[in-house]
């Protein structure tokens, strides 16, 4: 899990000015950036983000770039500002605490896919957004592949409206993945493709699972 610099200053960007980046922010997962240090280096000290040029860590870049000051990560590897397993019970100081969540490549690495969102959806305040950027298409990653109707059915029966979404897709045979905002055709014999999806929590009533598929 972690933030490719190919493309996630476009994507969060793009978050940023469709509202969906705000504070106080919980990451899911001790994330890190992957790609050329010096390239992120670069850009850092090209746009004077003084703290990101030193330690490379999105914590940095959010903060310098974005104006998110009030950031907190949880993990289970213990280099994260808390540890937490999303399957247990929620600390009831974590409950309605954030109004931004960001799920990127988090929770298809968790089994029980069930209590973990229903616990995501419980740490976001009302009025705040779940972005989740989770595999549609990445066979021997984790334990889910996950569709778009799986976010739909989320949005629709608990009744908090999906506000964004596009996708991050490696072409088969390319190294880098890139952020495309609109849905096309996607050749997926050996390419991968993510949902990103931004899910607002209009109300505070019990989060509801979507109903068995028949």
């Keep these: 899990m972690g933030y490719h610099f ?13 509202n969906c980046l705000n ?7 001790n994330q890190e950036f992957f790609g050329d240090k010096e390239e992120i ?14 330690e490379i860590i999105p914590k940095n870049l959010f903060e310098e770039r974005y104006g998110i000051s009030q950031y907190d990560d949880f ?5 994260a500002k808390y540890y937490l397993y999303l399957t ?8 309605e605490k954030y109004y931004t969540i960001m799920d990127i490549g988090t929770s298809e690495h968790i089994f029980d896919i069930a209590n973990t969102f229903k616990n995501i959806y419980k740490m976001c305040k009302v009025g705040g957004v779940v972005i989740h950027d989770l595999p549609l298409h990445h066979w021997g990653h984790g334990w889910f592949n996950f569709t778009e109707r799986t976010f739909r059915n989320i949005s629709i029966i608990n009744k908090f409206p999906i506000i964004y979404d596009g996708y991050i897709y490696k072409e088969p045979g390319k190294k880098e993945r890139n952020f495309i905002r609109q849905k096309k055709e996607w050749n997926l014999n050996g390419g991968e493709l993510y949902y ?8 505070r009533k019990k989060f509801k699972l979507p109903r068995p598929l028949i």
């Design 41 to 54: 280096r670069k850009f850092a000290m090209n746009n004077n983000y003084n703290n990101l040029a030193k």
């Design 6 to 18: 190919s493309w996630c200053i476009d994507l969060l960007d793009d978050l940023e000015q469709n």
């Design 88 to 95: 247990n019970k929620l600390p009831d100081f974590l409950k």
């Design 196 to 203: 990103v999806v931004a899910i607002y929590k209009k109300n």
């Design 75 to 79: 993990d289970i590897n213990g280099k």
């Design 23 to 29: 504070e106080p922010m919980a990451q899911l997962g």
